[in-house]
């Protein structure tokens, strides 16, 4: 499986037909076939089990999680793309359960039921006229994360939210949802961009920076009276920093919360939460 996934331009010929047929039917607005070709031979990212393959050199014939020696489980995690600094990238995040004798084990201080995340990361190149991925960076641990052997489940009823750094770096939080005694809590992963990578390490574009709070349901747990029942949702915000320091993240909710048994009032602005990173930790942590 080559390095650099390029795509096909379409033919203009079929841009010609479909604009002809348009015009032939009566069609009120003509078809842009520059437009049309632009979204034709835009660039797609690349599926996921070449993301797995990319990340851990195995083949599993198409499948999005499969099972490598030692009975690890590799899979598929989230997909994001993103614009910095001029450049059109790439990354696909990926999960590896770790066995006892896996390679990851003896290299990393797993804690039980975590998973590894990985990545790898592509940058759009141009070569002769046609548009593709070029790799720039593969790594099988930048963090871990998760319970159960599974990683956190990625909410897709909302969406990921970036922020650029003043120094180039990207932070970038991948909404996900927890659970916790029919609980749901709505939360996001922390991953930091750094095109440069870390210092002992130049390909280690990526690292988790923890997981934050943003929200909660418990519905699944309120039902018969036992619980008194209230959701809240959040949005991110980010506070300026000192150079090279990571922002401060305010997560402002809206709904309700529980003021005591059988009642329940709106939240306001003071009950927004405030993350810092904690340098020692390497995470993002409440105030």
Known sequence: MSATLAVAACAQDGNAAAESVAQKEGNATPVNSQEKEESMTALKPPSPDSVLYFVYERDGD?????????????????????????????????SRSVGSDGPLSDGTTMEPGRVAIGQVTLVRSDRSGQAGWSRIAADGY?????????????????????????????LLAVPTRLFDDGVAVFAYAILVFDRNGAPQAPFRLWSYAG??????????????????????????SFEPAAEGALPRIRVALSGETVSGPGHTRALRPEDALVFDFDTNAERYQAR
């Open 211 to 236: 997981t934050i709070q943003a929200g909660s349901d418990n519905s699944a747990a309120c039902e018969g009276g036992v619980l008194t029942c209230a959701a809240s949702t959040g949005q991110l």
């Open 142 to 170: 930048v963090g871990e994360f998760g319970q159960s052997d599974q990683p956190e489940a990625v909410d897709e009823s909302r969406r990921a939210v970036s922020h650029e750094l003043s120094d180039g770096r990207l």
């Open 62 to 94: 198409g499948a999005h999680t499969f099972q490598v020696e030692d009975g690890d489980v590799v899979s598929y995690w989230y997909g994001y793309s993103f614009d910095l600094k001029g450049e059109h990238y790439f990354t696909g995040f990926t």
